[in-house]
Every structure is written in structure tokens, then in C-alpha cells.
């Protein structure tokens, strides 16, 4: 059964600092991955996909995020985070179908 | 929101009551998707279509109906509503084709509170 999990309920992290907000999965192949940002009272926006190839993806607002076939994760991450990159980022995985992960409230303060 | 509007944005409704919600999408895109967002659960998937007048169920599909009669239009049901289903609903398309990756897009969502 695939599955797809967010350990951290919440992050917090300084502006200008680096930031890093985590995802594992467990599929029994190779899995599209994907992280989604939902700002307050908004729907989920797309911000950046794996499907195959370069481990490194960038996507939009600056972010990226490694594949890490061994260690099955998909971390998101940003050199220099901005208070305004505070909302809720959620992992997913799709292999047959999509699952999302149960998200993680990231907050930049000043 | 990728062409996509829900409606009603909002809705309080009491216990035992039908409910239908709206998904419209301007995108022509051939799947579209009902999730529920509750805290703690992230996003769970309710039923999902991938065409005219045709469906399936997701993880959370108890309590709930869909139809699809129009390539732009997924409406939700719940046929006689309860406290449990107090939640945040969110409409998403996607098109899965031969070398797409079905990222999905997101409506606005409806908040729905039932008493």
C-alpha cells in the first residue's frame, strides 16, 4: 500500500534562515511526488513535481525539493525563507492513485 | 484558482438535511476530484470522476453521492447531512494523459457547517 507522511506537525524558522519541511513515502515503484502550498482560507496551489531524472526539482516562490530514493523522501526546501512563505504545506504521492500528506504549518517569524 | 469555482463558498445547514455542493471548471480537463479537509487528516479524497457520468469512490466516500453530467460540472451530495461532516470540501481537476503527471488544481473550497 503506498502511503506518504509529513513527521512534523509544524516548523519554525527565522527569516533569511534556510528552510526545510519534510516527506517520506513507501510505494512499490517509481512514484510521481509532488508539494502543494494552502495559504489561509485558499485552496492547495501547486508548487513543484518529481517524475523522473534530476533529483533536484525547483519550483515556484523559490523553492525546491530533493528525491531521495534510498531514504524514500521528498524534502522541501528554501535558501532564504520569507514571512510570507508562512501557510501549510502539504507532500503528495501518486503512483496509482494520489495521497496526500497530512501537512505541516511552516512559520517564518521576523 | 485554474478556472475552477465551488459553490456556496459557505453553508450552515442542520442535522438530517440534503446538501449539494458545486465544482465548475473552465479547463475542459477530463478528471475531477471532492476532497475533505479536516485537521489533523490533511486532505482525504471523498469520490472522483473521470468522465461524463462516470464516477468512484475514494477513502471517505460514506454519507456521500456525486454526479457528473456535464464535462464541467461535479456536484456533491450529501444526502442527509450530519454533525460529522462538518468540514472544509475541496473540488480539484487534473488531466491524466500519456506523458502528463495529473497534478491536480484546486478550487477555493466551501466551508460547510452542519448543526
Known amino acids: 500500500a503506498q502511503s506518504v507522511a509529513q513527521p512534523e506537525d509544524q516548523v519554525n524558522v527565522a527569516e533569511g534562515n534556510p528552510l526545510t519541511v519534510k516527506c517520506t513515502y513507501s510505494?512499490?515503484?517509481?512514484?510521481?511526488l509532488f508539494w502543494y502550498v494552502q495559504y489561509p482560507n485558499r485552496g492547495l496551489q501547486f508548487l513543484l513535481k518529481y517524475i523522473t531524472g534530476d533529483n533536484l526539482v525547483k519550483g515556484s516562490y523559490g523553492f525546491e525539493a530533493e528525491f531521495n530514493k534510498s531514504q524514500t523522501s521528498f524534502h522541501l526546501k528554501k535558501p532564504s525563507a520569507l514571512v510570507s512563505d508562512s501557510a501549510l504545506y502539504f507532500c503528495?504521492?501518486?503512483?496509482?492513485?494520489?495521497?496526500f500528506g497530512k501537512g505541516t504549518r511552516l512559520h517564518i517569524l521576523p | 484558482d485554474a478556472g475552477i469555482t465551488q459553490s456556496p463558498r459557505h453553508k450552515v445547514t442542520e442535522t438530517g438535511t440534503p446538501v449539494t455542493l458545486r465544482c465548475h471548471q473552465t479547463?475542459?480537463?477530463?478528471?475531477m476530484y471532492w476532497y475533505r479537509q479536516d485537521p489533523g487528516h490533511g486532505l482525504r479524497l471523498i469520490h472522483y470522476?473521470?468522465?461524463?457520468?462516470?464516477?468512484d469512490k475514494g477513502e471517505v466516500s460514506d454519507g456521500y453521492s456525486v454526479s457528473r453530467s456535464k464535462t464541467e460540472d461535479f456536484l456533491l451530495t450529501l444526502e442527509s447531512a450530519t454533525s460529522s461532516q462538518t468540514s472544509v470540501y475541496f473540488c480539484?481537476?487534473?488531466?491524466?494523459?500519456?506523458?502528463?503527471?495529473?497534478?491536480?488544481?484546486f478550487g477555493p473550497g466551501t466551508r460547510l457547517t452542519v448543526l
Open positions: 510505494v512499490s515503484g517509481n512514484p510521481y
Open positions: 470522476s473521470y468522465g461524463v457520468k462516470d464516477t
Open positions: 479547463e475542459n480537463h477530463r478528471y
Open positions: 480539484a481537476i487534473s488531466e491524466w494523459t500519456s506523458g502528463s503527471t495529473d497534478t491536480q488544481y
Open positions: 503528495a504521492v501518486r503512483y496509482d492513485k494520489i495521497i
